[in-house]
């Protein structure tokens, strides 16, 4: 499998908190006006002008959310920075700041935190973030990373998940399950892995599954476009742990129902195809799977004209009364309830 390529080993110890500091920072001077202060003093200090500030943590622990086996360090830290700037673009909102926490075992050199923030690095060049403070520190077991992000909207456009109505059309925005896909091909080779060390296993059939898991990417094109298209939504999420539980947590902030129609779910010709080799449901993992980092929204009927033709969207239902509630309208024309059932669900139910 993917084996760490570095072959030196300088210990924590040896470089010490500040050497640490200096070291993981040196290539990250500030680049945007908002940072006033960055990295250097006991806080940053951020200026948002008259925008609303919007704030965002997620925490990644290995074992639970990641593991290294299949996981560059590089690409868990572009990763973890996904993860966060994608819950501002759910906002309608620009990502401005990240801080990071980090606290790892002594199994881990200098040399792999600087991986790390290799992929830190890159993630915040491509998305024109700063990175403007962070705390590694000790672990006694495996690798924790903790990543706040910042950022601002204009009060008028914040979207929040409470403001869809009946009838509003739900949309989605790229396509769904290639990234459960993508984990579904890295854990079988894992397994292939150790049972015979010298595998090479040839993936080039699911380069963009396992893309979708290692390397995503979070929609910082949408909250411009929706701009440009003279587009508010109604109502706004990111889908983290599955269109249906998303679609749930849209439906109950907003105190409406929903039909949802398995035809015009977004699926990649890649996972109908993985999804036959490991006999699994195509719809099931779209609606469960997890880790797309796609946007969920909704907008009032009158906007169908704006998004009808646009490839970058997919209108996949409708929104109703409450009292009519959540459901998949199969291929079959039949009603089933919507249930929230996100990856962590799927992970318990495998174990
Ligand atoms: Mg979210």
């Not at 600087?114 to 990175?131: C, H, T």
Request: hydrophobic share 40%; with cysteine; aromatic share 6%.
């Amino acid at each position: 499998m993917i084996e760490d390529s570095h072959q030196s080993r300088t210990n924590l110890s040896e470089l010490g908190e500040f050497g640490l500091i200096d070291l993981l920072t040196k290539n990250l001077a500030p680049k945007l006006s908002s940072t006033i202060k960055s990295i250097g003093d006991d806080a940053a200090v951020l200026d948002f002008k008259d925008n609303q500030t919007l704030v965002t943590t997620d925490l990644l622990v290995e074992g639970v959310h990641f593991d290294l086996a299949y996981m560059p360090l590089k690409h868990l830290g572009y990763k973890a920075v996904m993860v966060n700037l994608s819950d501002v673009y759910a906002m309608n909102g620009t990502a401005t700041q990240i801080t990071i926490g980090i606290a790892c075992s002594n199994r881990f050199p200098v040399e792999a935190l600087e991986e790390l923030y290799a992929g830190i690095e890159l993630a915040a060049k491509i998305y024109n973030i700063d990175v403007v403070g962070g705390d590694t520190t000790s672990s006694t077991k495996g690798l924790l990373i903790s990543i706040t992000a910042l950022g601002y909207a204009k009060k008028e456009d914040v979207v929040y998940r409470s403001g869809a109505k009946p009838n509003d059309l739900l949309v989605v925005t790229g396509d769904l399950g290639a990234a459960y896909m993508g984990l579904q091909i890295l854990e079988r080779e894992k397994a292939v892995f150790k049972v015979n060390p010298n595998s090479q296993p040839d993936l080039d059939a699911y380069t963009y599954l396992i893309e979708r898991q290692l390397k995503p990417e979070a929609r910082k094109d949408i909250p411009p476009l929706l701009k440009d298209l003279g587009l508010r939504p109604t109502s706004m999420i990111d889908i983290s742990d599955g269109l249906s539980s998303e679609i749930i947590h849209l439906c109950k902030n907003s105190g409406v129902g929903v039909n949802l129609f398995e035809d015009k779910i977004p699926l990649d010709p890649a996972v109908i195809s993985a999804c036959e080799e490991f006999e699994l449901d195509s719809t099931t993992i779209a609606l469960s799977g997890g880790e797309d980092y796609e946007l969920l929204f909704t907008v009032a009927q009158e906007d169908f004209e704006k998004i009808k033709a646009n490839p970058n969207f997919s209108i996949i239902g409708h929104m109703t009364e409450a009292r009519e509630g959540m459901h998949l309208v199969t291929r079959g024309n039949t009603k089933i309830p919507l249930i929230a059932k996100g990856w962590n669900a799927m992970e318990k139910e495998e174990d």
